[in-house]
């Protein structure tokens, strides 16, 4: 049984992977399908990419950041969700996908926007609204079902990939905190920023000195050069309901 289990290898999905990995915690990620994000044309708001970003390159490397964090990648559509054992509310929880063996996780965090019907047995509370259902969680992305979280617009945060990602970010940390993980902050902090001050390196933190940050700097720059070195040949994915020739 893994430790977690997220359903949605999107924009949410895939910051609450890193956390979850990065902290320890045997995470898979289920996709089935793509990310809403794929229908950008160019993403020029999300911080750190001074002119704008080609969205499928922004969820190409964020899929690669989540693998290297430790996470899994399953592709499969997951299509109902139910307690192992319905007298046992700690028994953790068994997803049917399509095609799919049925995978178990002790939580599950839904970053699966557009779709929650999966969630309809587990009655973790979704609100309707037009067409669609958001999933109604508490600040941290706990919904009224224990162990069960929901993340980014499935969770009726703003429609921004920059939000998505911070509130998957914040949910992925709520199951860290409320699992058996020792854990602090995910910080990477220069030697001696703790333990000069006669303190131990907190759990979930790290100190390197100058080698090691120079060593981490010089493959970041490899590998952000080798990503960009190319233009992508991948054209934004059009609404489906717009007819083209
Ligand atoms: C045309 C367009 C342009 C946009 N431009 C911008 C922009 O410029 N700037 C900006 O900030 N935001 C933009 N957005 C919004 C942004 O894409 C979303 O807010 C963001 O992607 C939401 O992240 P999410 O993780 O909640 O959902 P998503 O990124 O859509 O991820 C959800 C994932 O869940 C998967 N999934 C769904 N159901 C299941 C299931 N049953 N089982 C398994 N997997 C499932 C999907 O395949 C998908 O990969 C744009 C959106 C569109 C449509």
Not at 108 to 134: C, M, N
Not at 184 to 199: K, L, N
């Amino acid at each position: 049984m893994r430790d977690v289990c997220i359903v949605g290898g999107g924009v949410a999905g895939l910051a609450a992977s890193i956390f979850t990995a990065r902290a320890g915690l045997d995470t898979l990620v289920i996709d089935g399908g793509e990310s809403i994000l794929a229908r950008n044309a160019s993403l020029e708001n999300y911080p750190g990419f001074p002119d704008g970003v080609d969205a499928r390159r922004y969820l190409r490397l964020s899929r690669e950041q989540a693998r290297n964090a430790g996470s899994a990648f399953e592709l499969g559509r997951v299509t109902r969700s139910e307690l192992i054992d319905t007298n046992d509310l700690e028994s953790g929880f068994r997803l049917e996908t399509e095609g799919g063996e049925p995978l178990e996780a002790r939580r599950v965090i839904a970053a699966s926007w557009s779709d929650s019907d999966y969630l309809v047995p587990l009655d973790v509370g979704r609100i309707q609204r037009g067409s669609k259902h958001f999933v109604s969680t508490d600040a941290a992305g706990r919904t009224a079902v224990d162990g069960v979280y929901a993340a980014g617009r499935l969770a009726e945060e703003p429609h921004q990939a920059i939000v998505a990602a911070g509130h998957g970010a914040k949910v992925g940390l709520a199951v860290v905190h409320d699992s058996d993980a020792n854990f602090y902050h995910d910080w990477v902090a220069p030697a001696g920023y703790f333990t000069g001050r006669g303190r131990d390196v907190p759990p979930g933190c790290e100190e390197i000195d100058d080698n090691e940050r120079h060593r981490r700097d010089e493959r970041a720059r490899a590998q952000l050069l080798e990503a960009f070195d190319e233009p992508l040949d991948e054209a934004p994915t059009m609404h489906p309901s717009v007819e083209r020739d």
